[in-house]
C-alpha cells in the first residue's frame, strides 16, 4: 500500500528561526509529484509548495523550500525566517500511482512562538 | 474569485437524519473531491468524480453518496447520519488528474448527536 509518513505530530520554532518538516513516502512509480498543504486555525487548506519528482532541482516558494531525497522517498519541507502566520496543521501529499487520488498524511501541527 | 465554494459551514443533525453537503467551483476544472478531516487521520478522500458524469469511491464511501449534477458542482449526501460521521468534510476539484493542484473549499463542520 502506498503511504505517506509524517513522524513528527508536532513541532515548534521561534519567530525568525528556521524549522524543517520531514515527510516520506512509499512508491512504485518514477514519475509523480509531491505536495505540502497548509492548514490555519481557519480550517482553509492552501498549497504551498509543488515539487515534480522528475526535477532534480528543489522547489522553493519564497520562504518555503523542499529538500527532495528521490531515493531515500523523503520530501522535507523547510521554512526559513518563521513567522507567527507559519502556525498551522502542514500536510504532505502525493497521488496514488495511476489514480485521481491524492494520499495525504496525518499532519504536524507547527506553532510558531514569539 | 469564489473558487470552491461549500455550504453549509457547520450543521447539527442528529442521529438518522439525512443531509446533503453542496460543492461548486467556478474555476472550469474536471475533477472534483470529498474528503472527510479527523483528528489524527489527516484527509481520507470520500468519493471523487475525475470528470462531469463519473464518480468513483475513495477510502471511506460507506454511508455516503455523491452526485455530479453538472461540471461544476458535486454534492455529498449522508442518508441516515451517524455519530462515526461526525468530522470535517472538504471538497476540492483540480483541473483534471490529481497531480495537479487541488483547491480546497472551507469546509463544513458536522457534528451528528
Known amino acids: 500500500a502506498q503511504t505517506v509518513t509524517q513522524s513528527q505530530p508536532e513541532m515548534s520554532v521561534q519567530e525568525a528561526e528556521t524549522v524543517t518538516l520531514s515527510c516520506t513516502y512509499d512508491?512504485?512509480?518514477?514519475?509523480?509529484?509531491l505536495f505540502w498543504y497548509k492548514q490555519p486555525p481557519s480550517r482553509q487548506m492552501i498549497l504551498v509548495i509543488r515539487?515534480?519528482?522528475?526535477?532534480?532541482q528543489n522547489a522553493t516558494e519564497n520562504r518555503f523550500s523542499v529538500n527532495f531525497q528521490k531515493a531515500a522517498k523523503s520530501f522535507s519541507l523547510k521554512i526559513s525566517d518563521s513567522q507567527l502566520g507559519d502556525a498551522a496543521m502542514y500536510f504532505c501529499?502525493?497521488?496514488?500511482?495511476?489514480?485521481?487520488?491524492?494520499?495525504f498524511g496525518k499532519g504536524m501541527k507547527l506553532t510558531v512562538n514569539p | 474569485n469564489a473558487g470552491v465554494t461549500q455550504t453549509p459551514k457547520f450543521q447539527v443533525l442528529k442521529t438518522g437524519q439525512s443531509m446533503t453537503l453542496q460543492c461548486a467551483q467556478d474555476?472550469?476544472?474536471?475533477?472534483m473531491y470529498w474528503y472527510r478531516q479527523d483528528p489524527g487521520m489527516g484527509l481520507r478522500l470520500i468519493y471523487y468524480?475525475?470528470?462531469?458524469?463519473?464518480?468513483d469511491k475513495g477510502e471511506v464511501p460507506n454511508g455516503y453518496n455523491v452526485s455530479r449534477l453538472n461540471k461544476r458542482e458535486f454534492s455529498l449526501r449522508l442518508e441516515s447520519a451517524a455519530p462515526s460521521q461526525t468530522s470535517v468534510y472538504f471538497c476540492?476539484?483540480?483541473?483534471?488528474?490529481?497531480?495537479?493542484?487541488?483547491?480546497f473549499g472551507a469546509g463544513t463542520r458536522l457534528s451528528v448527536l
Open positions: 476540492a476539484s483540480s483541473v483534471y488528474q490529481a497531480k495537479n493542484i487541488q483547491y
Open positions: 512508491t512504485s512509480e518514477s514519475d509523480y509529484y
Open positions: 515539487q515534480e519528482a522528475y526535477k532534480q
Open positions: 501529499a502525493y497521488p496514488r500511482a495511476g489514480s485521481e487520488k491524492l494520499v
Open positions: 474555476m472550469n476544472h474536471n475533477s
Open positions: 468524480s475525475a470528470s462531469e458524469g463519473t464518480t
